[in-house]
Structure formats: C-alpha cells, structure tokens
C-alpha cells in the first residue's frame, strides 16, 4: 500500500510466523518482512519489506460499493500465486453470528472465489482499486462455497494509519461490560 514497502494484511497470516518472507511479480527473490504492528480486533496487520521500486495499490472507496457491483479476489490459494477470481459483492457491512470482534468486523461479502491462500490480498472494484483485505470464507469443507469476506478497506485504512504512526491501534473503552439478565422474584 506505500512505495516505502509497507504492506497490508491480516494479523492471522503472520501472528504465529517465526519469519516472514515476501515474493513479488516477476521477482525470484524472497524479502525478509518485519512486522510493523498488528490489530487482532480488525484481524489486521502491517508489515514492511526493504524494497526499492515498489508501485504502490490504488485504494478504492469500499463506502462506495453496493450489493450487486462486481468483485475480483487476488491472492494465492492453495499456492497458486497471482490467481485472480471475479464476482459480485453480495451484502455491504455483513455481520459474522458469534463472531467475539464483531463489534469491530463488518465485512464486504462476496461470491468471488476466496479460499485458504486468499487471506491477506486484496478485494478490487472493476477499476483495479483495492476496496477490501480478503480475510475469510464461510464453508463447511474448507474451500470455496460462494461465500467469502473482505474486511472494507476505509477500515483497513483507519487501521493502517494508526500502525504506522503509533505502532499499533488505541481504542478508547468507558468501562461498561454487560451480564446476561438474572431472574428475580418480586
């Protein structure tokens, strides 16, 4: 996402990693990454590669996008690099049922194909701006079922820029927990 090497992704692809090595198009080299700082919350992190000539993503507007707009899912599932599947975004700001971050997920859902491989690349508008992170999928064989989630990069973005300008997110909290409600005779 900056011609300086940084790159977007999410945490759950590098939060076990001893070492992280990054490819690019038309490179052999493996980059050694560092992790710049990560937000489990949004399932997001940042990484950095020292790299010169990097072009950097056009980022889209996910704000922009509705229900029924076409989607292209890039990454490299099951190791196939540089794979690109199309599709159509199907809901805008989808909530995940039982999801513990849903306070701070809600994902563009998409029938593009997403599979293992998929998390961290980017989900594009038919322009070739990046308007999400392709985070996960929803299947009971572990593929592809038509239904994949990316998280909205307007919130990728808010995220990003609070890695790199502190290191990680800060967010505020007042305090207030909830307790199932008890049942009381009067």
């Known amino acids: 996402v900056d011609r300086n090497g940084y790159i977007l992704t999410n945490n759950h692809v590098v939060e076990k990693a001893t070492r992280i090595k990054v490819k690019f198009m038309n490179d052999p080299t493996e980059y050694a990454a560092t992790v710049?700082?990560?937000?489990?919350?949004?399932?997001?992190?940042?990484?950095?590669?020292?790299r010169k000539g990097l072009a950097a993503a056009r980022i889209g507007n996910s704000d922009a996008m509705q229900s029924g707009d076409w989607s292209i899912a890039i990454g490299s599932p099951f190791g196939f690099q540089a794979t690109v599947t199309a599709g159509i975004i199907s809901a805008i700001s989808r909530d995940i049922p039982g999801d513990s971050n849903?306070?701070?997920?809600?994902?563009?859902?998409?029938?593009?194909?997403?599979?293992?491989?998929?998390?961290?690349?980017?989900?594009?508008?038919?322009?070739?701006?990046?308007?999400?992170?392709?985070?996960?999928?929803?299947?009971?064989?572990?593929?592809?079922?038509?239904?994949?989630?990316?998280?909205?990069?307007?919130?990728?973005?808010?995220?990003?820029?609070?890695?790199?300008?502190?290191g990680?997110?800060?967010?505020?909290?007042?305090?207030i927990t909830f307790e199932p409600e008890q049942n009381v005779a009067l």
């Open 36 to 50: 710049i700082g990560t937000d489990k919350e949004t399932d997001l992190a940042v990484i950095h590669v020292d």
């Open 102 to 166: 849903a306070s701070f997920q809600h994902f563009i859902q998409t029938d593009a194909a997403i599979n293992p491989g998929n998390s961290g690349g980017p989900l594009a508008n038919i322009k070739g701006e990046v308007i999400g992170i392709n985070t996960m999928i929803a299947s009971r064989s572990g593929g592809y079922q038509g239904i994949g989630f990316a998280m909205p990069i307007n919130t990728a973005v808010k995220v990003y820029n609070e890695i790199i300008k502190a």
């Open 168 to 175: 990680h997110m800060t967010r505020g909290s007042i305090g």
